[in-house]
């Protein structure tokens, strides 16, 4: 094989144009040519969109402004997740970024500090103690460096946008750097004889466009990782039985919150996204509980503002390609899997995807043993993700309909189970150091849905009651201090990224 | 919920044992916990060393012990990596540098950048571009500051004896409670130790027990399920001697591990003289042929005191069994080529403090510490199995076995991912990082065969200018730091003025 120069993005959506607008960016358009064939006939997915905090690595490697990123896709900043309904009708818990606390004196997780002071009559709303938490409560933001002194904590945060203008945003950037897009269906895939490497891929007006190397961003159905090399295709549906998802904006009817929100539903979620514009909902649920009729009667009438659009059905399975590199072709997005964006993965898979591809990016053959660690590596980030999503399904006291009384009873991944058990035998949240979801996201999940730790670390008892009680105070103060120098959310998107009238009326 | 634990009783003797009791002194008994210590016959000997990686710093830190003493009390040298020599035939020695991770350059790692420098013909070793072996090669300690970007730390070569010593004296002062004696027996009632009987008739008993007996392994031994798996059929080696040589003048800043025809010799400096270690293959020469040519293969007299004993290599299946957590040699023993002894040692106890149980009941914690140290075990066997394999000592038998043997897939990935991109996938709880693999995998000849294409978009000059800045940045770092001879007389000095101060 020669060496790899041009390479051809199969699809456009947000997955095709993170990854188009990446390569432009990484390897430039001098020594190889980026080239994206989408099809305005085939709708992409994208709607409201909720991202994690590491999206910043995503932006950075493109230099992007993050000001002028927030105008142009109409975001919204995101402290956490709040979640309604979901250990049991009635009960509210948020899953902030952040970290828990602060580092106590005598070298224990606070987590455990923190469990001896609620069981000795403590407020048991861990959220007090997560800035981030507070902040939401509040509806505050600011960006916000550590402070110098290093007694206030930081704010972590991530975007919520408009999929549709991110995309586009991403378009113009990779188009500014030289990348080229085709517009039109694939109708035929060329293989080499020998190698089986795409060689070109066709589409419906007879042109032909030709590669080194493939980025499958075609969707669920994985036009080229599927349909040309049958990667196959793990089914995780008997963990994750949601399959549909109903969506539609409305009218925004309040300034926007700093976080999103995810409702528990008699047979599965409701999101609600708020953006500087509008508000983006959906209702993600399982068509053997509920019909996608009942579903979108339900959502339009739980939605906060008028609709903006007529409701639309997206149908998925849970589960994970196999292999999501073969050969010369990588898939990038829901082509290589999906999760549902309960925990707001999908960006974040999507950009790992590309980030891995630079990492793993072939010279001239495309090595066996690289695309073997890839596929390894990303294996790991998926059964994380998944082992994390499932559990807000596993532990719940919600049993008020045949739903949930599934999701309550089921197995889950050996993994995970061992992970329960330590949790609630002493709030061990710890796994391995390299997870995505690190100490205070389990914990703030797992507490929060009602998996209630019996002890605590041992060393938490060195500290007597007063000198906890100083601490715990001493945490809260630097909390407070923190938030209330804060402005509201809307006052700081107002002072720096408001989006132009143009882009509010897209 | 279950009884909380009131009593650790650590058993084991030496270094393991009073770092065990000592951790527990710091973090466990302020919660009122008590803690023991039944201290067994020691399996020291007056030739006995330990050389320790940088670190063993964080544990001193943990457990406060300042670190001046080390070297007025332990015969201690600092020694800023281990140099490899006669591992690869005709090719120059090589020294493994105890590097933090370097600094990008120009974004990338500045590995990438060396391996298009080297394709594209760049003539300078990768071991220049390592301010550890750098300041090892110039008989520097690098003791810079830490936040330098560029930073490279020490380890320590210690007599053994002087250094259980001192952790016990600080331990023993600290209020823990021990007691000297043999075990006669230990009573276990299914999983769980009930008590270990003394020679002199007494009943110990304790909620958690922490085997330290080194490679004795006198409590998880006894365990169910806690056999050892061994590595033999890896790890051909079984034999050790450890002796001792005169003191070398000057001081160097590096252990020295050479190949020899049936295992390797390794030299470790100390204030006073210089331990001598040889391992090798009992079934390839007799111990007596052995200690007949270490003069010659270790290139001075060796003195009279040579000990030989068997070596063992493996990981028990199970590292915590009930109430009973083994840690260091007891949990899984490697022989001592990359000096990660007392890293184990110190790994498993902060493994232990951080899992430390929750209840005298049930122990749910055993599993993951099981996990963990296996994942430990593994890595730290794949590192030293490295050299083995990567030697290019050839028409030796013992070599081209190591050389031709397969090696577990843990190891093989790393080789391979190397060879492609020059890149090494880390797993959880591994002791040496990627600028120590690569640092071991360069310097026993194994180069990548590509680099990460987006070394291509940095201009030429610009990938030159980085590389002759790094170049240059560890030549200026190197040449502030201390020699060692100047390095130990400080820190004892440092000790004296605090003395005098205290007086």
Request: glycine share 8%.
């Amino acid at each position: 094989m020669q060496q790899v120069k041009d390479v051809v993005v199969v699809g456009g959506g947000t997955a095709g144009w993170m990854a188009a607008a990446a390569l432009a960016k990484v390897l430039g358009t001098q020594a190889h040519t980026i080239t994206l064939v989408e099809s305005e006939e085939i709708g992409t997915v994208g709607v409201g969109e909720a991202t994690i905090p590491p999206i910043m690595q995503y932006n950075k490697l493109l230099g992007i402004d993050e000001d002028e990123f927030v105008r142009e896709t109409n975001a919204t900043f995101k402290l956490g997740i709040e979640f309604i309904d979901w250990r049991k009708r009635g009960s509210t818990y948020f899953h902030p970024f952040g970290v828990f606390g602060a580092n106590i004196k005598g070298g224990v997780g606070f987590m455990n500090y923190w469990l001896r002071w609620v069981q000795s009559g403590g407020d048991p709303d861990y959220t007090h103690f997560i800035a981030e938490g507070v902040a939401a409560g509040e509806g505050r933001f600011a960006r916000v460096p550590p402070s110098s002194d290093g007694q206030l904590p930081r704010l972590n945060y991530a975007y919520q946008f408009d999929a549709a203008t991110y995309a586009a945003y991403l378009r113009r950037y990779a188009e500014r750097r030289g990348a080229v897009r085709h517009e039109g269906k694939v109708v035929d895939v060329e293989q080499n004889s020998e190698t089986g490497y795409i060689e070109a891929i066709k589409l419906a007006d007879g042109r032909r466009v030709s590669g080194d190397f493939f980025i499958d961003c075609s969707g669920f159905r994985g036009l080229l990782i599927e349909g040309v090399f049958k990667a196959g295709f793990d089914d995780w549906s008997h963990w994750l039985p949601n399959n549909r998802a109903v969506a539609v904006p409305c009218e925004r009817i309040e300034d926007p919150t700093p976080f999103t929100r995810s409702t528990a539903r008699e047979a599965g979620w409701q999101w609600r996204i708020p953006l500087q514009h509008r508000t983006g909902n959906g209702y993600v649920f399982c068509d053997s509980y509920l019909s996608e009729d009942e579903a979108s009667r339900l959502l339009l009438e739980r939605l906060d503002g008028k609709p903006l659009a007529d409701p639309k059905i997206l149908r998925f399975t849970a589960g994970k390609r196999r292999l999501g590199w073969v050969k010369n072709c990588l898939a990038v997005g829901l082509s290589s899997g999906f999760l549902e964006p309960l925990e707001s993965t999908s960006i974040h898979l999507i950009q790992i995807a590309i980030m891995k591809l630079f990492e793993f990016f072939p010279q001239r053959d495309v090595n066996p043993v690289l695309i073997d660690l890839y596929n390894r590596e990303m294996d790991v980030l998926y059964d994380h993700v998944r082992d994390f999503i499932i559990a807000h399904y596993k532990v719940t006291d919600r049993d008020d309909t045949p739903y949930w009384r599934y999701c309550r009873s089921m197995t889950v991944p050996d993994s995970l189970a061992a992970k329960l058990e330590l949790f609630s035998d002493r709030g061990e949240t710890r796994w391995m150091p390299s997870d995505l979801f690190g100490e205070t996201s389990w914990f703030a999940v797992l507490y929060g849905q009602g998996l209630i730790p019996r002890s605590y670390h041992p060393v938490a008892n060195a500290l007597s009651e007063d000198e906890l009680e100083l601490a715990v105070a001493g945490i809260r103060t630097a909390i407070r201090r923190r938030v209330d120098a804060l402005p509201s959310h809307a006052d700081f998107i107002e002072g720096c990224c408001a989006a132009r009238p143009a882009a509010t009326a897209a | 919920m279950t009884r909380r634990i009131q009593q650790v009783v650590v058993v084991g003797a030496d270094a393991p044992a009073w770092m065990a009791a000592a951790a527990l002194l710091r973090s466990v008994s302020g919660a009122g916990i008590r803690v023991r210590v039944v201290e067994l016959p020691t399996l020291l000997q007056p030739v006995d060393a330990h050389s320790a990686l940088p670190e063993l710093a964080g544990f001193h830190h943990r457990i406060g012990l300042d670190e001046d003493l080390l070297f007025s009390l332990c015969k201690a040298v600092p020694v800023a990596g281990r140099r490899f020599s006669n591992w690869s035939g005709a090719a120059p020695p090589f020294i493994h540098g105890y590097d933090r991770a370097p600094p990008p350059a120009a974004g990338l790692g500045f590995t990438q950048l060396w391996i298009k420098g080297r394709q594209n013909g760049l003539r300078t070793d990768f071991e220049n571009f390592s301010l550890a072996s750098v300041a090892a090669k110039a008989g520097r300690v690098p003791a810079a500051p830490k936040d330098a970007e560029l930073h490279a730390a020490f380890g320590y070569n210690l007599d053994a004896a002087a250094y259980s010593a001192l952790l016990r004296q600080g331990t023993i002062r600290g209020g823990v409670d021990s007691k000297v004696g043999t075990i006669a027996d230990v009573e276990i009632e299914g999983d769980r130790i009930v008590s270990v009987i003394l020679d002199d008739g007494e009943r110990v008993e304790a909620d958690l027990f922490v085997d330290a007996s080194g490679p004795r392994a006198a409590l998880i031994g006894r365990m169910p399920g806690a056999d050892v798996e061994s590595w033999r059929e890896w790890l051909p080696c079984d034999r050790m001697l450890v002796a001792s040589a005169k003191a070398l003048k000057p001081l160097p800043a590096f252990s020295q591990i050479s190949a020899f025809r049936h295992g390797w010799i390794g030299l470790f400096p100390l204030q006073d003289r210089t331990a001598v270690v040889a391992v090798y293959d009992g079934r390839e020469t007799s111990d007596e042929a052995l200690l007949e040519d270490l003069p010659a293969l270790a290139k001075m007299p060796i003195g009279g005191d040579a000990i030989v004993s068997d070596l063992s290599q493996g990981v028990r299946r199970r590292a915590w069994v009930g109430n009973c957590v083994a840690i260091g040699e007891s949990a899984f023993s490697l022989e001592p080529l990359d000096g990660a002894q007392l890293h184990i040692v110190h790994y498993c106890i902060s493994q232990l403090m951080t899992l430390f149980p929750v209840g005298a009941g049930a122990f749910p914690e055993a599993p993951l510490y099981d996990r963990i140290i296996r994942r430990l075990a593994v890595n730290l066997r794949d590192f030293q199995l490295a050299h083995y394999k990567l030697n290019r000592r050839f028409d030796m038998p013992f070599w081209d076995g190591c050389r031709d043997a397969p090696v577990p897939e843990t190891l093989q990935r790393k080789l391979d991912v190397f060879t492609a991109r020059g890149r090494v996938p880390l797993n959880d709880d591994e002791t040496f990082q990627e600028q120590d693999w690569e640092s071991l995998f360069i310097g026993h000849g194994l180069m990548p065969q590509s680099y990460d294409p987006r070394v291509d978009a940095i201009p030429e000059q610009e990938h030159i200018a980085q590389v002759q800045a790094r170049l240059n940045d560890i030549v200026g770092l190197v040449e502030a730091m201390p020699p060692v001879d100047a390095f130990i007389a400080g820190a004892d000095d440092q000790r004296q003025t605090e003395m005098t101060a205290l007086g």
